[in-house]
């Protein structure tokens, strides 16, 4: 394939990769479906902010937050069905039990471990060491600020995390499994090696003191714009959400089965981070995963990273059993 | 005998009556396409196909199964199609209700484990939180609710405890799968097995 060429590099070269906005299709339907699916995402995210702005205290807490993202997401499961973005990326049975067996994990042994190991009690941890107070100066910023700052923060560090898990093959051995995914659909951000989970979460937003609603902000504008990464739904996104939001567009080229492709859109919500940093490929791919789309199961997703890494290391500093000069051909 | 009794679950057993005086070589071939999919190795002989799968695709009809025997039985009453075929994925669906309760029992014993330091490190918090947190005058002027600190019970509990609610959700979620799967993806295959054999003439090329 020739590919296209953005920037430095030839995007599409090993499989299909659309680039720019102008060759994107449009959602298709009468007049009620496409005002539906046009104005769908900014209404959500501001509908979210004005909630979670003028809640009340008493309903202002984590629970209700958890309770907004279960329903939010059955919504868009119910959307996917009703308008799928790709036939090939339509959710079947075994898909669906697979993907709730990794979400299930998410919000059970893997929170529990996180109680333990996780980026809150690490940091709990150091301001115990060093007797460290937060940052107070925060709290008193405006509340909007306050959460576009914890949002932002956190996702530059996601941006700079997940870069690295491209880059440097430590972090990309766990990373690696998450990719063998051969569709988008909405629970499929869960599918991946704990371990990868374990370093996305990793912030440094808890070094600074905010108000809790604050947090509830960030983390309802965090979900109403990335939950859309991994969906099966097309959208006529606004060109203004497109510039500033990471979309599900752009999740799908770095999820295509094209390397070069793979090696771009890396922010989890703010694609501008992608755009300053040159790493930003606007445009859609359909044909995913790794290996030519070999689907993985739960147990090599698990195992993957540790067998990859033992065989690299074997590789790179095992010696042969019967150490042997170099082998001459034949002829 | 007594694996018999269990292997429904994850068993699927069924059977479809062929066109009178179809041929097993015909059947097949109406069928093989289901076969010709990455991961999938098959094998028949006379009237018996035997199939097995690896990292099936997603989108792969048969993605469910695992294995099977798709067998051509002759009687009286005609040709007969009997499939056999097993399914990992639907066993694994049963058995998982039983994983999350055993997340939801080791969520509650380490709940329990944690108790007695919990309680000795209430003290700290009280002093360092002022009793009045700010707010920005911009958010008075738009009508925020004015911040308040949470309430002390409430951050005891909900911070320290871990919950095993979840985990009982997932298990339950898992059981309303299997029940659903079990009986859709049976309804499915033989319906799919239906339409391959009856397939439109046009569409197939004649042997020759």
């Known amino acids: 394939m020739d590919g296209v060429r953005v920037g430095k590099r030839l995007i599409g070269t090993q499989a299909p990769v659309t680039v720019g906005w102008e060759n994107i299709p449009k959602v298709e339907g009468g007049p009620v479906k496409q005002f539906v699916f046009t104005w769908f995402q900014p209404t959500v995210l501001f509908a979210l902010i004005a909630f979670w702005y003028y809640a009340p205290n008493s309903i202002a807490k984590a629970s209700t937050a958890i309770g907004i993202g279960i329903g939010f997401r059955v919504l868009l499961l119910a959307l996917e069905w009703v308008n799928p973005r790709y036939e090939s990326w339509r959710l079947t049975w075994k898909e669906l039990v697979t993907d709730l067996f990794y979400v299930g994990l998410g919000y059970t042994i893997l929170n529990l471990v996180d109680q333990y190991i996780g980026s809150d009690a690490v940091i709990e941890a150091l301001q115990h060491a060093f007797d460290w107070d937060k940052l107070a100066w925060f709290v008193g910023l405006p509340l909007l600020l306050q959460a576009f700052l914890i949002s932002f923060i956190f996702d530059f560090g996601q941006y700079w995390m997940h870069r690295g898990m491209h880059n440097w093959y430590p972090l990309w051995l766990p990373h690696s499994v998450h990719h063998y995914i051969t569709q988008l659909n909405i629970n499929k951000g869960a599918v991946g090696n704990p371990v990868e989970l374990f370093l996305i979460g990793l912030g440094i937003g808890g070094f600074f003191d905010f108000l809790p609603r604050a947090a509830l902000l960030a983390g309802a504008i965090g979900m109403a714009v990335s939950t859309y990464q991994h969906i099966n739904v097309r959208f006529n996104t606004p060109r203004w959400w497109r510039f500033l939001f990471n979309t599900t567009e752009h999740h799908s080229v770095h999820h295509s089965q094209d390397f070069e492709a793979t090696r771009s859109n890396y922010s989890g919500t703010y694609i501008f981070i992608d755009r300053i940093f040159g790493t930003c490929i606007d445009g859609e791919a359909e044909l995913l995963g790794m290996e030519g789309g070999r689907r993985m199961s739960i147990r090599e997703q698990m195992t993957f990273p540790f067998t990859e890494g033992w065989k690299t290391i074997k590789e790179k500093y095992g010696r042969e059993r019967y150490a042997r000069a170099e082998t001459v051909p034949a002829e | ?208």
């Not at chain 2, 699927?12 to 991961?39: V, Y």
């Not at chain 2, 003290?123 to 920005?136: G, I, R």
């Not at chain 2, 295959?189 to 042997?207: D, M, N």
């Open chain 2, 1 to 208: 005998m007594n694996a018999r009794f269990i292997e429904w679950i994850w068993h699927i057993k069924g059977s479809l009556p062929l066109a009178p005086g179809q041929s097993s070589d015909d059947a097949f071939h109406r069928l093989a396409p289901l076969f010709q999919e990455a991961g999938t190795n098959y094998s028949q002989q006379d009237d018996t196909l035997s199939f097995s799968k690896k990292d099936q695709a997603a989108q792969d009809k048969m993605s469910v199964f695992d294995a099977g025997v798709l067998q051509i039985e002759r009687s009286g009453s005609g040709p007969v199609l009997h499939y056999h075929l097993v399914s990992r994925a639907l066993l694994f669906c049963f058995l998982a209700p039983l994983l999350f309760l055993g997340f939801a029992q080791l969520t509650v014993f380490l709940g329990d484990l944690e108790k007695p330091s919990t309680e000795a490190a209430t003290e700290k918090p009280d002093k360092k939180k002022a009793s009045v947190l700010p707010q920005h005058p911009i958010d008075k002027a738009l009508g925020a609710p004015a911040p308040e600190l949470p309430k002390k019970d409430a951050a005891d509990d909900e911070g320290k405890k871990p919950s095993p609610t979840s985990a009982y959700v997932f298990a339950a979620i898992f059981a309303v799968l299997y029940s659903v799967g079990r009986v859709l993806e049976a309804g499915l295959i033989k319906s799919v097995f239906r339409k391959k054999l009856q397939g439109s003439q046009a569409h197939e090329p004649v042997p020759g």
